[in-house]
C-alpha cells in the first residue's frame, strides 16, 4: 500500500514548482489587472495542451497590493483553477518575496518527505510599481538562493515600474524585463512553454529557453 500524501500517491510525477508574484495594488486597476486575468487563463490553457507538463508544474500565487498573502497554493496545473485577480492597496512586494521563500523552502522538504523528485522551482515576479515595504532582506535572501541554485527569479516591469529597485532585487545575471505595453498573454505563452520543456526532461538538464518575444531589458 502506498504511503504518503494522496496528492502524491495519485500523482507521483516529478514536479516542477512555479511561484508567481503579482502586483495587485491599485495601479493595477483597469486594463492591467484584466490582461493579467486573461494571461492566466492562457497559462493553463498552453500547459493543459501536455498532459505530462500539466501533471508536473505546479502553481503558486502570491499576490501583494490591498493584502499579501498565499491566494492559491501549490496545485498542478491540471487542478488549478485561474482566479479573477483585483486590483487595490499599495505594494508590499518585499513581504511577497519572503512569503514564496518561505513557502518554496516547505515544498520541497514535503516533496523529499514524500519521495518526489523536483526541478529547480521558478520565481516570477510582476509588477508596474515600486515596492512600498522594505525589500531589502528579501532581495539578499533571494539572490543567495538563486546563487545557492534553489530557485531560478524573474522579474518582469509594466511601464511605471521601478526598474532601478528592480535591478538591486534581481540577481545581476537575469536582470529585470521590460514588458511590451501589456502583453501578459504572450509573456505566460513563454512562460508556459519554457516551464512544459523544463517539466518535460531530465532533472538537472540545462534547456535552451524561448526567444524574450514580449520583453526586453530597459536601458
Same mark, same amino acid.
Given at each position: 500500500m502506498a504511503v504518503g500524501l494522496p496528492e502524491f500517491v495519485d500523482n507521483p510525477e516529478n514536479r516542477c514548482p512555479v511561484v508567481l508574484l503579482l502586483d495587485t495594488s491599485g495601479s493595477m486597476i483597469g486594463e492591467p489587472i484584466k490582461e493579467l486575468n486573461e494571461g492566466l487563463e492562457t497559462f493553463k490553457s498552453s500547459l493543459m495542451q501536455d498532459t505530462l507538463a500539466s501533471q508536473r508544474v505546479e502553481l503558486e500565487i502570491i499576490t501583494f497590493g490591498d493584502t499579501v498573502g498565499i491566494l492559491q497554493p501549490f496545485v498542478t496545473i491540471d487542478e488549478f483553477n485561474p482566479p479573477q485577480l483585483k486590483a487595490s492597496g499599495t505594494t508590499p512586494m518585499g513581504k511577497a518575496i519572503m512569503i514564496a521563500l518561505d513557502s518554496l523552502e516547505k515544498r520541497k522538504q514535503m516533496y523529499k518527505d514524500n519521495d518526489i523528485q523536483y526541478y529547480r522551482p521558478w520565481v516570477f515576479l510582476i509588477t508596474d510599481g515600486a515596492p512600498t515595504d522594505s525589500w531589502e532582506q528579501a532581495a539578499s535572501q533571494l539572490k543567495d538562493a538563486e546563487a545557492k541554485k534553489k530557485s531560478v527569479f524573474f522579474a &518582469? @516591469? &509594466? *511601464? @511605471?515600474?521601478?526598474?532601478?529597485?528592480?535591478? *538591486?532585487?534581481a540577481p545581476s545575471t537575469r536582470p529585470p524585463l521590460q514588458l511590451k505595453g501589456l502583453d501578459f498573454r504572450e509573456m505566460f505563452v513563454w512562460l508556459s512553454t519554457s516551464v512544459q520543456q523544463v517539466s518535460t526532461g531530465k532533472i538537472g538538464e540545462v534547456k535552451q529557453l524561448p526567444p524574450l518575444g514580449w520583453g526586453e531589458v530597459p536601458t
Open positions: &518582469v @516591469g &509594466v *511601464e @511605471g515600474a521601478d526598474f532601478n529597485t528592480l535591478r *538591486e532585487i
